[in-house]
């Protein structure tokens, strides 16, 4: 039995589908007349409650709807295990439309469901949704991602793709070295860029917010090393343009990014300036993202290149999507048309305020 409506992910050219479990089960999923496993290297998986599988994005696209076939495990043996009944779930999917695309950002939940999901009433109907980074306050026990899939089981239903990128509050404890096991990722980085109709995307994960030999990660936190190797990746991404955002059908390209990394901000949270200057000259010289969209500092922004707010050489736009101010939460709605970005900060105390942008 499903414990929530199946999260679609999308991730480089292929939507990963997670699927959470209430009983130990093998998985698989449907698309057309074709069959995609959970499998480790020809194992069909059953003891992890959370299923990831890899669907080719034009396969759901042109099909437009996908099931998900659930077989429950009496037990799993060395010979001849024994399965129980296979039950299947039909889902429809809409894929992103090529004009006036609506999406929908929320970061810094900490866990706290309903005024995300009020927020996002507000904005109304989208066509993809973001979710970036602290929607688990921390990970103390993996059963804390339930708090994602209730998230997108309420706002996504299985119906629509979810772009995902992981905040400094998914890395604290027990169970974070985990959490790639129930969340997307490629090739086992968090960090990855997305393809969804005409928008190319780049997901940045910045991991924690102070210095790796800060005393409150008593010495469980190597932060430094895996941002080297995320510069590498954004060189790699611009070497192979070709098949990225310089790819002939790419008209929109968002940088997707909890940290809002080119402010600095005060000690102790004053860390990695070089790098992150290599990052946004790479980005603002090379990739040139029509928008950063943040979350991290629990307040809304609009900041422009220049402004009193770049302190490493912005990019491009950066939009900080998320407002926390006690029990009233604040996501961020967009609407791209043409050459056009709606910004709609909308509140779960119902409270609303717009801004337009003419994108170059």
Not at 40 to 68: F, W
Not at 92 to 108: L, S, T, V, W
Not at 112 to 133: E, H, M, R, S, T
Not at 328 to 347: A, I, P, R, S, Y
Request: charged share 25%; aromatic share 12%.
């Amino acid at each position: 039995m499903l414990k929530f409506h199946p999260a679609v992910f999308a991730v480089g050219k292929e939507y990963q589908i997670i699927v959470t479990t209430k009983n130990k089960s093998l998985v698989s999923i449907k698309v057309g007349d074709k069959i995609y496993v959970d499998d480790n290297n020809g194992i069909l998986r059953s003891e992890l409650p959370t299923h990831k599988i890899s669907v080719p994005q034009d396969a759901l696209n042109e099909e437009c709807m996908y099931t998900v076939i659930e077989t429950k495990i009496i037990t799993r043996l060395a010979y001849n295990s024994k399965l129980g009944n296979t039950t299947e779930y039909n889902y429809k999917f809409r894929p992103i439309p090529e004009n006036r695309i609506r999406f929908y950002h929320i970061a810094d939940a900490h866990s706290n469901i309903q005024p995300c999901v009020k927020a996002a009433d507000y904005f109304g109907k989208i066509d993809f949704l973001i979710l970036n980074g602290d929607i688990v306050n921390e990970c103390a026990k993996i059963s804390n991602t339930d708090v994602i899939y209730n998230l997108t089981d309420i706002l996504a239903k299985g119906e629509i793709p979810i772009v995902f990128s992981r905040g400094n509050h998914d890395l604290r404890g027990a169970a974070a070295e985990f959490y790639t096991d129930y969340t997307p990722t490629l090739n086992g980085k968090t960090y990855y860029s997305f393809r969804l109709g005409k928008i190319w995307g780049l997901c940045l994960d910045c991991g924690e917010d102070k210095a790796d030999d800060s005393p409150e990660y008593g010495g469980t936190i190597a932060c430094s090393q895996f941002r080297e190797k995320e510069t590498e990746f954004i060189r790699s991404i611009i070497k192979h343009s070709y098949m990225e955002y310089n790819e002939a059908d790419v008209k929109y390209k968002l940088l997707i990014c909890h940290h809002p990394f080119t402010h600095k901000l005060q000690p102790p949270f004053d860390i990695e300036e070089d790098t992150y200057r290599e990052w946004a000259k790479l980005l603002r010289d090379i990739v040139m993202p029509d928008v950063m969209i943040c979350g991290h500092t629990h307040k809304y922004g609009i900041y422009t290149p220049g402004e009193e707010f770049d302190d490493f050489g912005q990019p491009c736009l950066l939009i900080v999507g998320s407002n926390v101010d006690r029990d009233v939460f604040g996501g961020t709605g967009f609407e791209l048309d043409e050459n056009t970005l709606k910004v709609t900060f909308t509140e779960s105390s119902g409270a609303k305020k717009k801004k337009i942008f003419e994108l170059e």
